[in-house]
T-cell receptor, first 113, second 114 residues
Framework: KNQVEQSPQSLIILEGKNCTLQ??????????LRWYKQDTGRGPVSLTI?????NTKSNGRYTATLDADTKQSSLHITASQLSDSASYIC????????????FGTGTRLKVLA | NAGVTQTPKFRILKIGQSMTLQCTQD?????MYWYRQDPGMGLKLIYY???????DKGEVPNGYNVSRSTTEDFPLRLELAAPSQTSVYFC?????????????FGPGTRLLVL
């Protein structure tokens, strides 16, 4: 069964610190893996999109990495800001499932001043 | 561009009532999607559309209907609302599908069925 699991479920860090969020997936083969940021009460917003052949993709202070061999991805946030407080969702698109995006349950990040 | 807009923001329904959730996008996207997000769960695809006049079921279509008469609009209809349909509903759109395209999400409609 195609699954996307994220860890930790929730995380609290101090402003200015770095953090790394994990995504493990069983979807295979897949065409791309995405990370979204979802603020409370809002819709998800795309942060990064990586194809199966890419290892890393950056968007400002957000860097996503992908290890297709171990079926793991991580999202690293550098120099966190209060505005980074949100849920971060990992999404995997299987090959052949054109309209099928398998969403993880997300990691809820809280950044404290 | 307003992007993807959804109305209403919040609604309370009684069991058995019906309603339509509205979704409009102004980006001329062909592909549109309806998802539901339950607490502690990943988004689940309800219905999707590849263009005006073409719709198809996603993972969890039971209890819902859609139509796509124009490129811009993709309303979701709930018939005979049930407590299990209490959720947050997100509409999304994209120019392409299946590749590295970006999905753009609306702000969501929070629905409570009592």
């Amino acid at each position: 069964k195609n699954q996307v699991e994220q860890s930790p479920q929730s995380l609290i860090i101090l402003e200015g610190k770095n953090c790394t969020l994990q995504c493990n997936y069983t979807v295979s083969p897949f065409s791309n893996l995405r990370w979204y940021k979802q603020d409370t009460g809002r819709g998800p917003v795309s942060l990064t999109i990586m194809t199966f052949s890419e290892n890393t993709k950056s968007n400002g202070r957000y860097t996503a990495t992908l290890d297709a061999d171990t079926k793991q991805s991580s999202l690293h946030i550098t120099a966190s800001q209060l505005s980074d407080s949100a849920s971060y969702i990992c999404v995997v698109s299987p090959i052949g499932g054109t309209y099928k995006y398998i969403f993880g349950t997300g990691t809820r990040l809280k950044v404290l001043a | 561009n307003a992007g993807v807009t959804q109305t209403p923001k919040f609604r309370i329904l009684k069991i058995g009532q019906s309603m339509t959730l509205q979704c409009t996008q102004d980006m001329n996207h062909n592909y549109m999607y309806w998802y539901r997000q339950d607490p502690g769960m990943g988004l689940k695809l309800i219905y999707y559309s590849v263009g005006a006049g073409i719709t198809d079921k996603g993972e969890v279509p039971n209890g819902y209907n859609v139509s796509r008469s124009t490129t811009e609009d993709f309303p979701l209809r709930l018939e005979l609302a049930a407590p299990s349909q209490t959720s947050v509903y997100f509409c999304a759109s994209s120019y392409l599908a299946g590749g590295g395209e970006t999905q753009y999400f609306g702000p969501g409609t929070r629905l409570l069925v009592l």
